[in-house]
């Protein structure tokens, strides 16, 4: 009886989240167009082909995640079935739920995320676990091993990716780490832990809504994570 009231609370979820996903979804498409077609009624063709372009972006990135979210919903299912003992409908399976099945309804993702006009800053995305930084797999001053490779003046790009307008703050209480997703951060780069001298950093901070997610997260070392810390400190006011 428990599981089936589960269950139906799991999908009740997972419907309200998705359907809300498509609707922004919508008025952001909508407004897209309305932005192109004034675009090109003023001769400014540039940046009307610019906001396209910015769209079919997101759209790409949408469905590379939605695919990715599938992926990882099918292998914990398959451990599922190998070992009875293991609990499917965990915190981040119902996350990938809620982002393959918002994928599903709209036919595809080509509005699932928010434009220039959310609120949120363009540079980054709203993904089910909070946002992650756009490109943040092919970031210039991020080596292949997931470490920052960077300058001053890069380590000063990345502090700026991480400070976003309009961001709701959450307490420090009510952030959940996922050492899940950090392990699987670790091991794509090739460690099994952090290696000595550095910190795993995430690029936008849990505390404004970043994902605690591996798209989020880059080696920097601890004199830098202590610089990033005091800029981003300094920008949201963690301290006022």
């Keep these: 009886m428990f599981g089936l009231l589960k269950g139906i609370a ?3 979820y997972v419907g309200v989240k998705s359907a809300t996903n498509v609707c922004k979804g919508c008025v952001h498409t909508a407004t897209d167009g309305a932005r192109v077609l004034s675009s090109v009624c003023k001769g400014d063709y540039e940046n009307a082909v610019d906001i396209v372009g ?3 972006e997101k759209a790409v990135t949408a469905s590379a995640m ?32 809620t982002m393959v099945t918002g994928a599903f309804v709209i036919g595809g993702t080509l509005s699932a995320l928010p434009d220039d006009e959310s609120g949120i800053d363009s540079d980054n995305y709203d993904a089910p676990l909070g946002l992650i930084p756009n490109n943040s797999h092919c970031l ?9 490779v960077g300058d001053d003046n890069d380590l000063e790009k990345l502090i700026e990716l991480g400070q976003i307008d309009n961001t709701e703050h959450i ?7 996922s050492e899940h997703e950090k392990s699987i951060f670790l091991k794509s780069n090739g460690f099994n832990s952090v290696p000595e001298g550095y910190e795993v ?12 997610s591996h798209e989020n ?21 963690w301290h006022r």
């Design 66 to 97: 939605s695919l990715y979210s599938a992926g990882k919903v099918i292998e914990k299912a398959a451990g599922c079935i190998e070992d009875r003992s293991k609990v499917f409908l965990d915190r981040e399976t119902i996350n990938d739920l």
């Design 10 to 12: 799991v999908l009740t």
């Design 171 to 177: 307490d420090s209480d009510d952030i959940s780490r």
């Design 54 to 56: 910015k769209r079919i």
């Design 217 to 237: 997260m880059i080696l920097v070392t601890t004199e830098q994570h202590d610089i990033i810390t005091k800029a981003h400190s300094d920008f949201y006011g």
């Design 201 to 212: 950093h995430h690029i936008i901070p849990l505390s404004e809504g970043g994902a605690d």
């Design 140 to 148: 210039p001053y991020m080596s292949s091993y997931g470490f920052f």
